[in-house]
């Protein structure tokens, strides 16, 4: 035992051991280590926008390459074709396109109420499938704050879950650890959806639950937006839509399966809601 | 050792891993864990010790800008270096098997630790759905990963290294 201490880089390890475990500990359940966090995220999220922005040509390439339908590949031909016009035609139409989707994004805004929002770019996620957690350009300089709700122009993206100087962290609503608060828009029944957890295939799916058990008339295709109770999220933001509805054997209820209306996969663009008058 | 192609590959991984395998999306949610795969081959190559610094730093820098919980994968990736580093100087550096079964073997390691934390999260992932659909596939494709990085390290970087050893030795 004596012997191990006298040796250095044992101890050193023995430390770092322990100290990654304290700071697992921490950040897993109050997030209380911020000024680390801070520090280094400042250096880093400038040159990590920069290849986040960069790597979307590139993964547009990939993307063509694994997915060599004759759609894909048809659209791949006509997309190199219409790159060959000019480069300046090209970046216009990508300056439209971002236009168009902070378009959509406020529009959207205006109509789920009268709220004060900052705009965000993606510029990371978490690898791997056991926690689904999305890096944004916007922190607490802007105004975000940890329990902050965020959305797309399509709906709702999940919560800020840490905070840097510039940048935070959002949580997904389809990350299997978190729950919602939903309404179905034409039945009107509260319920809940979860993240399933799903490797299988890329697209995400939520599960819905705690739906009254004289409830039949769900069916495919229904619109899911959040309820509002909690005051976590504010009502009315859409979540998705029903796919499939079945019977949950254990508690003889009904589940369904619902389809986010986010493209996590392509998502690049978010506004966090920095207030709506809800319980933040 | 080239520190300049060194510091290069590994902000390569880093950029690999955190970004561009999200935006590639390989069949379902599959993916090499590139960083880990080069942290073990440094192992094997330099040792335990720099390979575990290595480890600690680059693994500190993903939890804390990109993933929930601070400090697993920093930890998971520093005893991966170690790992490697066990196999250095004990086997000739043209081996290809040694380092990419460690990292097959430390990639499966680093799964299950986080699978653990994502069951304390409250997750319920199916385990054996998951094995075969994600763990299994990720695990094989860090392994080969790791050959290739391997194969680089030893061609760029052992021969320098070999060079600074032996003059430590004169």
């Not at chain 1, 499938?129 to 350009?137: K, L, P």
């Not at chain 2, 999200?22 to 069949?27: F, Q, S, T, V």
């Not at chain 2, 010790?49 to 994968?73: E, H, Q, R, S, Y």
């Not at chain 2, 319920?124 to 390290?153: E, W």
Request: charged fraction near 15%; include cysteine; aromatic fraction near 10%.
């Amino acid at each position: 035992m004596k012997k191990s201490f006298s040796n250095k880089p044992v101890l050193i390890m023995v430390i770092a051991i322990v100290l990654l475990l304290v700071l697992a500990f921490f950040s897993a359940s109050s997030r209380t280590i911020p000024w680390l966090e801070n520090a280094v995220g400042v250096v880093v999220r400038p040159v990590q926008t920069f290849a986040f922005k960069a790597s979307n040509g590139i993964a547009g390439f990939f993307r063509n390459l694994f997915n060599a339908t004759d759609a894909d590949l048809e659209n791949a031909r006509l997309k190199q074709e219409l790159a060959q016009y000019t480069q300046a035609k090209l970046d216009l139409d990508e300056l439209k396109k971002e236009n168009e989707r902070l378009r959509a994004m406020l529009n959207y805004a205006g109509s789920i109420g009268d709220y004060e929002f900052v705009t965000a770019r993606v510029i990371g996620k978490s690898s791997g499938v056991w926690f689904d957690v999305i890096t944004i350009n916007a922190g607490r300089s802007s105004g975000v704050e940890v329990g902050m709700p965020v959305i797309s122009g399509d709906g709702l993206v999940g919560r800020v879950t840490d905070v840097g100087l510039n940048w935070c962290k959002v949580t997904a609503i389809i990350d299997s650890s978190v729950t919602v608060a939903v309404t179905v828009e034409r039945t009107r029944d509260n319920c809940m959806v979860r993240g399933i957890f799903n490797t299988a295939s890329k697209s995400s799916e939520l599960e819905l639950y705690y739906l009254p058990t004289d409830l039949t008339d769900l069916v495919p295709g229904d619109v899911i937006m959040t309820s509002g109770i909690g005051g976590i999220y504010p009502k009315g933001i859409k979540v998705g839509s029903v796919e499939e509805v079945m019977l949950d054997t254990d508690t003889s209820g009904i589940n369904a399966i619902v389809s986010p209306s986010v493209d996590f996969l392509h998502l690049e663009e978010v506004m966090v809601i920095t207030d709506f008058g809800g319980a933040l | 050792m080239r520190k300049w192609l060194l510091v290069l590959s590994l902000v390569l991984a880093f950029y690999l891993d955190t970004v561009f395998f999200n935006l590639i999306g390989l069949y379902g949610k599959m993916r090499p864990d590139v960083m880990l795969a080069a942290v073990v081959s440094l192992g094997v190559l330099m040792g335990p010790a720099p390979a575990a610094a290595v480890g600690f730093g680059i693994g500190l820098l993903a939890d804390i800008f990109f993933n929930k919980i601070v400090g697993l994968t920093s930890l998971t990736y520093m005893l991966s270096g170690v790992a490697g580093g066990l196999f250095f100087h004990k086997f000739y550096a043209d081996n290809l098997v040694i380092p990419t079964a460690t990292a097959v073997a430390c990639a499966f390691v680093k799964e299950h630790i986080l699978l653990f934390a994502s069951l304390l999260a409250g997750a319920r992932p199916p385990y054996f759905l998951t094995f075969a659909t994600y763990i299994l596939p990720s695990i094989l494709l860090t392994g080969g990963v790791c050959l290739l990085i391997h194969l680089f390290f030893k061609k760029n970087l052992y021969r320098q290294l070999w060079r600074q050893e032996a003059i430590k030795l004169e």
